[in-house]
């Protein structure tokens, strides 16, 4: 990603304790979707961090629709 002043622009990251906040999950739950590989995550080393932008879509591909009748 680059900012139109040409330098880079860094995308937001979480770590697992600020994820498992923002879904309403505990952090063993974040873990076992790591692990599983279920959500889009970054390794830094041996650190797991979660790009925001790519957790909102995400979230938004996990929605279900209803069938109203």
Same mark, same amino acid.
């Given at each position: *990603?680059? #900012?139109? $002043?040409? @330098?880079?622009?860094?995308?937001?990251?979480? +770590?697992?304790?600020? !994820?498992? +906040? !923002?879904?309403? &999950?505990?952090?063993?739950?974040? /873990?076992? *979707?790591?692990?599983? /590989?279920? &959500?889009? *995550?970054?390794?830094?080393?041996? !650190? &797991?961090?979660? +790009? !925001?932008? +790519?957790?909102? #879509?995400?979230? #938004?591909? @996990?929605?279900? $629709?209803?069938?109203?009748?």
């Amino acid at each position: *990603m680059k #900012e139109q $002043s040409g @330098q880079t622009k860094f995308p937001e990251l979480i +770590d697992i304790a600020t !994820l498992a +906040d !923002l879904l309403g &999950v505990n952090q063993r739950y974040v /873990r076992r *979707m790591v692990a599983e /590989r279920r &959500v889009p *995550m970054i390794k830094v080393g041996h !650190l &797991v961090r979660f +790009d !925001l932008a +790519d957790i909102r #879509e995400w979230v #938004e591909a @996990q929605r279900q $629709s209803v069938n109203a009748k």
